[in-house]
Each structure stands twice: as structure tokens, then as C-alpha cells.
């Protein structure tokens, strides 16, 4: 794909992503909002590679943080009035991480089996992602206060798990397909 083309695909995946987390704000099981954005982010990691996956991880966390200090985000904002600079630093870091890590996942597997690739990419994203908010939590956060968003989160991180492991692939093999035509 050409340096132009290609720059104006990632740039249309991180207009994805944030459209998906504005909207995906308000769509709420227990305290904390589902995160569909994790599937244009292994799409474009897939695609891309594990440069573009961080890319589109950390426009991801830049949106968590403002919906945390606007307070569109009730739990987070629970989360900032505790811990500020935390808070806003993991909204990235986890946003980042799993963009990253479900690429480098695909980008090891592609070869050995397509199909499993990108299913483990996206299982690891929403594992990331929530393994870095319960390790923030664990560490600086009160255990009751831990537990109970533990709780809430746990609903969250099995619909964002299957969600993303039934959409991501078919999203990949349209995007092949669309590419194998050119």
C-alpha cells in the first residue's frame, strides 16, 4: 500500500476508534462502559503491525482520559478524585498496550495459521486491557474499592472477549479480501 493511501487508512481507523469510544461511553454493563473500540485496533494492528496497534491503543487511552476527567466516565472519575496522575497515566498505558500486544500476537501467528491469529490477537487485546486496569487497581487502589469494580468489570470483560473474537476476524477477512482485489 502506498505511503499516502496507507496514512489515510490509519488515519480513518483512528477516527474509528474514537467515534466507537465517545459512543461506547454511554453503553454500560455495571459501572464501566464496554469497549468496542478493541476491535478497529486489532483490525489496524493486524493489518499494520504492531507500530500502528500501539498507534490506535494510545489514541484509544487519550479518549478514555478525557471521558475520566469530564466525568462521562463515572468509575474512572471515582478512580481520578483518588488518584489523578494514575489514573489518567493507565487510561493510556493499557490503551497502549493492548493495542501493541494483540499485533505482536497476530504478527507472530500469521503465517503459522491466519485464522488463529487473529482470534488470540483478539482474546489479547480485552486481556490487556483489563489485566492492566486490575494490576492498577490491585496497586493503588483500596482492596474494597478494587473489589467492587472488579466485579463490574468482570461482565464487561467477557462481552468485550466475545465480542471481539466474533467481529475482528470477519472485520480482517473483509479488509483481505478488499486488498487481494486491488
Not at 478493541?38 to 507500530?51: D, M, N, S, T, Y
Not at 495459521?113 to 482474546?123: F, G, M, P, T
Not at 468482570?154 to 472477549?161: C, D, K, P, R, Y
Request: with cysteine; glycine share 8%; aromatic share 8%.
Amino acid at each position: 500500500m502506498r505511503d499516502n493511501k496507507k496514512n489515510v487508512v490509519i488515519a480513518i481507523f483512528a477516527a474509528i476508534v474514537i467515534v466507537l469510544q465517545l459512543v461506547a461511553t454511554f453503553i454500560n454493563f455495571g459501572s464501566f462502559p464496554i469497549t468496542l473500540t478493541l476491535i478497529p485496533i486489532i483490525v489496524a494492528g493486524a493489518v499494520f503491525g504492531p507500530g500502528v496497534g500501539a498507534l490506535m491503543g494510545t489514541v484509544f487511552g487519550v479518549i478514555v482520559a478525557l471521558m475520566v476527567i469530564t466525568g462521562a466516565d463515572p468509575s474512572g472519575a471515582t478512580m481520578l478524585a483518588i488518584h489523578p496522575i494514575i489514573t489518567i497515566s493507565v487510561c493510556i498505558i493499557k490503551g497502549t498496550l493492548c493495542g501493541f500486544c494483540s499485533a505482536l500476537v497476530y504478527k507472530a501467528l500469521r503465517g503459522k495459521n491466519e485464522k488463529l491469529a487473529i482470534v488470540l490477537a483478539s482474546a489479547v487485546a480485552p486481556i490487556v486491557n483489563t489485566g492492566t486496569l486490575f494490576l492498577c487497581l490491585i496497586l493503588f487502589f483500596e482492596s474494597t474499592f478494587a473489589a467492587m469494580v472488579s466485579a463490574f468489570m468482570s461482565i464487561n470483560f467477557i462481552v468485550e472477549l466475545l465480542t471481539n473474537i466474533l467481529l475482528a476476524p470477519g472485520l480482517l477477512g473483509i479488509i483481505h479480501s478488499w486488498q487481494n482485489r486491488e
